[in-house]
């Protein structure tokens, strides 16, 4: 079965470093792999969607990769702030689904001041 | 805020009760989703309706029973609920076309808990 994998150790950064997470999947070849952002009590937000014939993507600060033969997803998050502390999702498409999604349990990040 | 809103925003309900949540979304959207989220673990997908039909139900316990009245509107009537029904239930939404994935716009959540 599809299985992802992000760090549940919760990532400590020193503000103004780059936070890098990491999503790792088996068992499956998405064509897309979407990144959300959950703060606590809410719901989680849609960051970047990323498609496989795309090697990276950007907005503003964050940055994705996507690695088909690695299987895996990096999240970078430059000049990182306090503001940035939250969960951090990745979830890809399931091809024999048209509206499924396969969710990672998610890694927190908390930046410190 | 993010177009989806959700109510009630914490229910605290009895084992025997019956109750509702409500979901409701301003974005045009034609499909309309509902999760499970436990702590420290992923989402769980529980239902799917594209176009006000149902196209995905994840082998969800029948005390879970969706509703789409239109496709602004998404209900989950809960009955006879158990105490590890207990989670944040979420509602999203996103655009759907045949092949293509779109991001997911979700609500705020309901904080379920089951006594």
């Known amino acids: 079965s599809q299985k992802i994998e992000q760090n549940s150790e919760a990532l400590n950064i020193q503000e103004g470093k780059t936070a890098t997470l990491t999503c790792n999947y088996t068992?499956?070849?998405?064509?897309?792999l979407q990144w959300y952002r959950q703060d606590p009590g809410r719901g989680p937000v849609f960051l970047l969607l990323?498609?496989?014939n795309e090697k990276e993507k950007r907005k503003e600060r964050l940055k994705v990769t996507f690695d088909t033969t690695l299987k895996q997803s990096l999240f970078h998050v430059t000049a990182s702030q306090p503001a940035d502390s939250a969960t951090y999702l990745c979830?890809?498409?399931?091809?024999?689904?048209?509206?499924?999604?396969?969710w990672g349990a998610g890694t927190k990040l908390i930046i410190k001041p | 805020e993010t177009g989806v809103t959700q109510t009630p925003r914490h229910l605290v309900m009895g084992m025997t009760n019956k109750k509702s949540l409500k979901c409701e979304q301003h974005?045009?959207?034609?499909?309309m989703y509902w999760y499970k989220q436990s702590a420290k673990k992923p989402l769980e997908l529980m239902f799917v309706?594209?176009?006000?039909?149902?196209?995905e139900n994840n082998s969800v316990p029948s005390r879970f029973s969706p509703e789409c009245p239109n496709s602004s509107h998404l209900f989950l009537h809960l009955h006879t609920l158990q105490p590890e029904d207990s989670a944040l239930y979420l509602c999203?939404?996103?655009?759907?076309?045949?092949?293509?994935?779109?991001?997911?716009?979700f609500g705020p959540g309901t904080r379920l808990t089951v006594t």
């Open positions: 068992n499956y070849s998405p064509a897309y």
């Open positions: 990323i498609r496989e």
């Open positions: 309706y594209s176009l006000e039909e149902r196209v």
């Open positions: 999203a939404s996103s655009h759907s076309m045949t092949g293509e994935i779109y991001e997911q716009y």
């Open positions: 974005l045009g959207h034609n499909a």
């Open positions: 979830a890809l498409d399931v091809l024999d689904s048209n509206y499924q999604l396969i």
